[in-house]
């Protein structure tokens, strides 16, 4: 089941985002065997990650599902569009306070850019069961 796409116009407003999604969304989760929601995002959230990471722990405990980020690492220049953020992080910071939230809410992160993959859950999962495959073959 497929999650509506909430836009933060100008922002980066995930409390706000999450909020309305678990509202609107997930009131009949009851009905549902499992549940997800994916942000894609290319910044650091306006709210500090340790308040975030409490509250997706929560949330994600109380309906049951998991939150997955893909983040998009742009080379552009602060406030290139015109908008400045009310927080800003390096790409690097940036990552690591998403890898934060993701293990609240039990998910998965994928981080990427132009240049390709920096890195991501699964794909580390698959090469984890690849060498596993291999020592086992040596053996």
């Not at 409390?15 to 065997?33: N, P, Q």
């Not at 499992?34 to 308040?51: K, N, R, V």
């Not at 949330?59 to 908008?83: A, P, T, Y």
Request: hydrophobic fraction near 40%; include cysteine; charge should be negative.
């Amino acid at each position: 089941r497929w999650v509506l796409s909430l836009k933060c116009k100008g922002s980066r407003n995930f409390m706000s985002a999450l909020r309305r999604a678990v509202e609107v969304d997930f009131k009949d989760r009851d009905k549902h065997k499992s549940q997800g929601l994916y942000l894609l995002t290319t910044g650091i959230p306006d709210q500090e990650t340790h308040i975030i990471s409490a509250y997706v722990a929560e949330v994600c405990r109380g309906f049951d599902l998991q939150l997955h980020v893909c983040l998009f690492s742009v080379l552009e220049d602060v406030g290139s569009n015109g908008i400045i953020p009310s927080r800003y992080a390096d790409p690097t910071e940036t990552a690591m306070a998403f890898k934060e939230i993701v293990q609240a809410a039990n998910g998965r992160f994928h981080w990427f850019g132009e240049a390709g993959i920096f890195e991501s859950d699964d794909i580390t999962v698959i090469v984890s069961e690849m060498e596993k495959a291999n020592n086992y073959s040596q053996k």
